[in-house]
């Protein structure tokens, strides 16, 4: 039973936007927070009591300053409940083109499909059942001969679901990275459970791991600010050929993407939507 105990702290944005709640997610995200949920006008931050530290969060956040928005915060002490429990009453299975199941352990009786992913709860909240990344797992489905005996990274693994599917789908050899320490454990217990273990690495940190080895395909489901810093380290990691794809962002913001993968030498491929959300595929050429 998980019943850690959980600071909520409200992170007031004003004028409030998607484009300025995103900017102060990059910001604390460097601070141990476990998930975040946008709550207009507030970005709202989930971390356990005993890795909070209130003077870390204002030392970020004043990094902020001279930006075209002010924020404040407040935290509270949220009480104790079984997080797992509440995960488990909201996270239903999903099936991807009747390709691919994302299921929990504890859903039973279900048909199964080609590729079938168990994820079970490390992180407080959220299941990653998300319209990114239904898009992102559809992108792979649709490009398997373009994954199968490759090297692929999944950046931001988060629980690992596309890392998962990727070796799944016969990848040679899978990466992920998280910039969060719960997430990159989560992501190799999780791919352990899907009996894929042997194939995939994790690790915590940032685009700057890439420079490591070098890829056949990157995912990238982050979110548009760390995509238009990280897109250039993307490509100069991608082989000759190679296929990058990102979600995260919206339809709007597409213009933005194109135009600093082009200027990063990728070639634009196609994309997927829904729900104003969006997903680009390009190549290296």
Sequence with gaps: MNSQEYIEVSIHIAPFSEENADIVTAGV?????????????YLKCYIQKELYD???LKVVLSGLEGMDFSVDFAANLMPAVNWNAIWESQFTPIVID??????ASFHEGLKRTRFNITIDP??????????????????LLQNEDA????????????????????????????????????????????ARLNKVGTRIETYCGDASLLQRGSYDV???????NILLQD???????????????VSGFYLEDM??????ASAAGLEYVSHDSMDNWCCIKFRRP
């Design 255 to 260: 213009p933005m993407i194109i135009g600093t």
């Design 29 to 41: 995200s460097e601070l141990p927070f476990e998930s975040f949920a946008v709550e207009n006008p």
């Design 218 to 224: 990157l995912l990238a489901n982050i979110n548009r």
């Design 54 to 56: 209130a003077q870390a």
């Design 98 to 103: 009747d390709k691919c199941t994302i299921k």
């Design 231 to 245: 897109i250039p380290t993307y490509a100069l990691s991608l082989h000759k050929g190679g296929l990058l794809f």
């Design 147 to 190: 994954v199968r005996g490759k090297v692929v990274m999944d950046m931001g693994c988060g629980t690992a679901i596309l890392a998962i599917l990727a070796a799944k789908m016969k990848a040679s050899q899978v990466y992920g990275i998280d910039i969060d320490a719960v997430a990159a454990i989560s992501a190799y217990d999780n």
């Design 122 to 139: 490390k992180m407080a909240f959220g299941t990653g059942h998300h319209q990114t990344t239904y898009m992102m797992c559809r992108a």
